[in-house]
């Protein structure tokens, strides 16, 4: 079973400043990792897909890059709404397992 | 618009059954993989189960042999069977969309969530 592992566990910025989120995994997942955003009380929202495309209506300041087993989530210049915890998630090819790591809670210093 | 809305969730005894159900808009249920993902409180998130586009289901091993996904494509429905609860089956119940046509290992699309408690 891959495991992922996220860190930081919690990350203190600034409106304006760069967040730079990691997700490692157990073993290597090529470029299937995905990255989601969630908020108190909200469903999660996915931010990026198959490592480093956006999906509809993310904003450019939101970036994934990696593969294998190192990835990054990267947030140019946090807006305020972006203070929120985030997960990658990966699927192993068989059995389908989906599986999503610990998150990092970005909020505000 | 692709909407996906949760239903059933309530509190049940320990040992229990409950079935939550996901009505679909925008799309039909029955040509894309789908998936129940769970959130214990204050936690993080657990995916639960997988039903392929030809009938196959996958189960995470904390549920296995008492949790069962279906489709009714008749309703463009998904249904959770949940027998033999335990207090740690207790969360958010997501229901969740894998994109045709892509690499199908990931979830485009998310319901709100329906609670369920597990406690005597």
């Known amino acids: 079973e891959i495991v992922l592992t996220q860190s930081p566990a919690t990350l203190s910025l600034s409106p304006g400043e760069r967040a730079s989120l990691s997700c490692r995994a157990s073993q290597s997942v090529s470029n299937y990792l995905a990255w989601y955003q969630q908020k108190p009380g909200q469903a999660p929202r996915l931010l990026i897909y198959?490592?480093?495309n956006r999906a509809t209506g993310i904003p450019a300041r939101f970036s994934g890059s990696g593969s294998g087993t190192d990835f990054t989530l990267t947030i140019s210049s946090l807006e305020p709404e972006d203070f929120a915890v985030y997960y990658c998630q990966q699927r192993s090819v068989w059995p389908p397992v989906f599986t999503f790591g610990p998150g990092t809670k970005v909020h505000i210093k | 618009e692709v909407q996906l809305v949760e239903s059933g969730g309530t509190l049940v005894q320990p040992g229990g059954s409950l079935k939550l159900s996901c009505a679909a808009s925008g799309f039909t249920v029955s040509n894309n993989y789908m998936s129940w993902v769970r959130q214990a409180p204050g936690k993080g998130l657990e995916w639960v189960s997988l039903?392929?586009?030809?009938?196959?289901?996958y189960y995470a091993d904390s549920v296995k042999g008492r949790f069962t996904i279906s489709r009714d494509s008749s309703k463009n429905t998904l249904s959770l069977q949940m027998n033999s609860l335990r207090a740690e089956d207790s969360g958010v119940y997501y229901c969740?969309?894998?994109?045709?046509?892509?690499?199908?290992?990931?979830?485009?699309?998310w319901g709100q969530g329906t609670l369920v408690t597990v406690s005597s």
């Open positions: 198959d490592a480093s």
């Open positions: 969740a969309r894998v994109p045709q046509d892509t690499t199908m290992v990931y979830f485009d699309y």
């Open positions: 039903i392929y586009i030809a009938g196959s289901t």
